[in-house]
């Protein structure tokens, strides 16, 4: 029996909050196909979704700045208050820079992101290759080795692709996260009628 269909008792958090969460299901399964919605949208319009991630990592990253900044100014030594002031006007400077200049700072991102899928897939692969007598050797190489090629497609089509890569990351990010919780929500819907 899932803590779908127990019905709840005082002694019982988890088959409470199962019960309340079937009683919304409504509000989950709108919520699931509103990000598939936007996932979809955001893989149509690749270009404006990729503006709009670096500008909302932009102004998280001053907003970041500023705060650095103000817990510097409450340090009590120089050397960490220099520390703090130093890096959350670092963060200050790359936010603002990425705001004004949304489509140089995803050229950039983009170069990173290739680079650290690169260099992921890579290290999947050797460590893969070095789990010894694992069932999970195989799945942990053919990940890193897509991971890698993945990484290696990006940084082959730079800087070319850097207005589309974002955006398609954040439209299937979407996509699959509203899907999930689609599913989610009419899997709570089934255990409600029965």
Not at 95 to 101: E, K
């Amino acid at each position: 029996m899932t803590p779908f269909n127990r019905a709840p008792s005082g002694n019982d958090p988890a088959g409470a909050t199962a019960s309340r969460l079937r009683r919304r299901w409504g509000w989950i399964l709108a919520f699931g196909l509103f990000c598939a919605a936007m996932g979809l949208v955001a893989l149509v319009l690749t270009e404006t979704a990729t503006i709009a991630s670096v500008l909302v990592v932009g102004s998280f990253m001053m907003l970041a700045g500023v705060v650095e900044i103000g817990v510097g100014l409450r340090t009590r030594t120089w050397g960490r208050m220099l520390l703090w002031e130093a890096a959350g006007l670092l963060y200050l400077v790359a936010g603002a820079a990425a705001v004004a200049l949304p489509e140089t700072a995803s050229v950039v991102i983009t170069l990173a992101l290739g680079a650290g899928l690169l260099a992921t897939g890579i290290t999947r692969v050797v460590i893969g290759t070095r789990i010894a007598g694992s069932s999970s050797r195989g799945m942990v190489t053919v990940a890193g080795v897509l991971t890698a090629i993945l990484g290696l497609l990006i940084v082959l089509g730079w800087p070319g692709n850097s207005l589309l890569i974002l955006g398609t990351f954040l439209g299937l990010d979407l996509l699959f996260y509203g899907m999930t919780w689609t599913i989610f929500g009419l899997r709570l819907r089934k255990s409600w009628k029965s």
